[in-house]
């Protein structure tokens, strides 16, 4: 079935350092991919989204194009805030609506 | 828009006894919900799929004897773990899809600690 891979291990870096959290994906059609943020205790949020191939999804400095030469999807964010501290999960929504999610990587940003 | 609750945020029960975890879509109605288990510092886990006025589908795995899940209604499902015990200690989080739209909004999530 369709599936996410996100690199492994959590990312700690410093206050306006580069964000950068790679997520690949695998599907039989061409599924719309997202990225969700978890701050502790909480549910998921949507961080942003693209539904085919090229396009860019943004949000509150995160940006993540849809590569489907590389299947991949990988996060960026040029300048970190402490604020960013949070789990980050890749997903991708299959046919029926489900969705597909990465393992997450915790992220940590050091003041 | 689109927010979605569940209640309660947290609870603890003793083994053996029933929880019930609500999920509400607030401002639309949802014709499918979705109720996921994460464990700690883990993905989340698509426990079952819920429709509207029909049976809920489960994942390979999921006992559905075990958790029962009800959508009565375009705006709320509910996730009953039967018989708690320990193990079934964990976040549980839903997610609502609204009527003409693919988009999923997630609850806040529900703590269960069974003891």
């Known amino acids: 079935g369709d599936s996410v891979t996100q690199m492994e291990g959590p990312v700690t870096l410093s206050e306006e350092a580069f964000l950068t959290i790679n997520c690949t994906y695998t599907?039989?059609?061409?599924?719309?991919l997202f990225w969700y943020v978890q701050y502790p205790g909480e549910g998921l949020q949507l961080l942003l989204k693209?539904?085919?191939?090229?396009d860019k999804g943004s949000n509150k400095g995160f940006e993540a194009t849809y590569r489907k030469e590389t299947t991949s999807f990988h996060l960026e964010k040029g300048s970190v805030q402490v604020s960013d501290s949070a789990v980050y999960f890749c997903?991708?929504?299959?046919?029926?609506?489900?969705?597909?999610f990465g393992k997450g990587n915790q992220v940590v940003v050091i003041p | 828009g689109a927010v979605v609750s569940q209640h309660p945020s947290r609870v603890i029960c003793k083994s053996g006894t029933s929880v019930k975890i609500e999920c509400r879509s607030l401002?639309?109605?949802?014709?499918?919900m979705f109720w996921y288990r994460q464990f700690p510092k883990q993905s989340l886990m698509l426990m079952a799929t819920?429709?509207?006025?029909?049976?809920?589908?489960?994942e390979q795995g999921v006992e559905k004897d075990k958790f029962l899940i009800n959508h009565a209604s375009l705006t709320l499902s509910t996730l009953t773990v039967t018989s708690a015990h320990p193990e079934d200690s964990s976040f549980y989080i839903c997610?609502?899809?609204?009527?003409?739209?693919?988009?999923?909004?997630f609850g806040p999530g529900t703590r269960l600690t069974v003891t």
């Open positions: 819920s429709n509207e006025g029909s049976k809920a589908t489960y």
């Open positions: 401002d639309f109605q949802a014709t499918t």
């Open positions: 693209a539904t085919k191939a090229d």
């Open positions: 997903a991708l929504r299959e046919g029926n609506n489900r969705l597909a």
């Open positions: 997610s609502a899809v609204g009527t003409g739209t693919k988009e999923q909004y």
């Open positions: 599907a039989t059609g061409y599924p719309s």
